[in-house]
Structures are given as C-alpha cells and as structure tokens.
C-alpha cells in the first residue's frame, strides 16, 4: 500500500497542476485546512484506531478533487477519481467504500451515517465558527459570483445567512470548539444585512 505521505504529495500536486484559477475556496489551502481540521476532530474524538485515521486523511485529501473535472457533484467525481488512485495504491474494496462513504457525506447539506463521517464533515465546515470566516467566506464569494451562484454581497449574505441557520456540527468537540463563534459570525453577517 503506497504511504499516506506519498498519496498526499500526490494529491496536491495533482490539485495545484490542475485546479482553475477561479476557484478561489475550493483549493490546495481548503483541502489542507479540512485535512488538519480532520486530524484535531479525531484526536478530540478518541479515534485510536490506524486504519480510520487513515482512511480519514486518505478521504481528506480527495474529497474535493473532483473539481479537476466538474463543479456541480463533484462529490461523485471525487469518489471515482479517489477509487481509481486507491485500487492502484492497494487499497482494498471494504477502505474504498470507507473513504467515498466520507467523500459523499460532505454534500451539502450534509448526511454523515458514521462517525469518521460526522469528522470529515466538521472538518469541512470548520472555518464557519473559527476567526477567519470571513476571510476564508471572501474566497468563497469570489468563487460563487464566478460560478454564477450569487451576484452580488446581498445575496451571498442572505445565502450565509440561510446557510449558517440551517448548519449543525456533529461531533461533540466541534460543537464545544466552534458553536459559539458560529453563532457570533452569523451575527456579524445579519448585521451587514440590516
């Protein structure tokens, strides 16, 4: 089985060749953020077990490289794209299905059924309750505005806001680690609405 170092280099390459421009969230700095986001969420969660952490970093890494080939489902795309590479790492079918389980559960609005699930879950969505929200939500908005989503910082406020109402964390450490701060976000960004 190819090594988790080797399988992130790889992965990132791929990702900093490949991703547009345009994608302006949706990069190598997410996919990083949400990859040591998912290693805290497991400490804090007691995930002792070597093969869920890996797995659990292994899903990390590819959860978004589906925006290589679409933006609309990339959930999908990343899971096939994830399944392919893995087959050829050594990967076996029961730790494929773990990690596009994972991949999947990432679809907003997110529905994790395990809990290496609500992990990576959390971990996607960390920046929502932490100080940089708004600067990691900036990119976002560039990102949206170019795929046609909102047009202006009206509608992407009232998105966030919808969005943020509607957002729940799973795991109890995230809940603990970023619930409040989320909610002083949403806050802020009702107050821009008003």
Known sequence: MLSLPDIQSRVIDKLEKGLSPT??????????DVLQQAIEIAELEG???????????????????????????????SCSMAS????SFGFTKDQIDKVCGMIRATKVPQQPH?????????????????DDFF????GLYKEFVIENIVSNETEWNSLQVRFLESHHYFTRSSKQRRQQAKQINLEKVKEKLV
């Open 84 to 87: 392919e590479e893995l087959q």
């Open 23 to 32: 994608l302006t969230y949706h990069n190598v700095s997410h996919t990083l």
């Open 135 to 138: 600067k990691i939500g900036d």
């Open 47 to 77: 995930i002792k077990n070597e093969e869920e952490l890996l797995l659990l970093r292994v899903a990390a890494l590819y959860h978004d490289v589906g925006f290589l080939a679409t933006y609309s489902g990339h959930e999908e795309t």
């Open 114 to 130: 395990t809990q290496l699930e609500e992990i990576i879950c959390d971990a996607d969505l960390d920046y929502l309750g932490r």
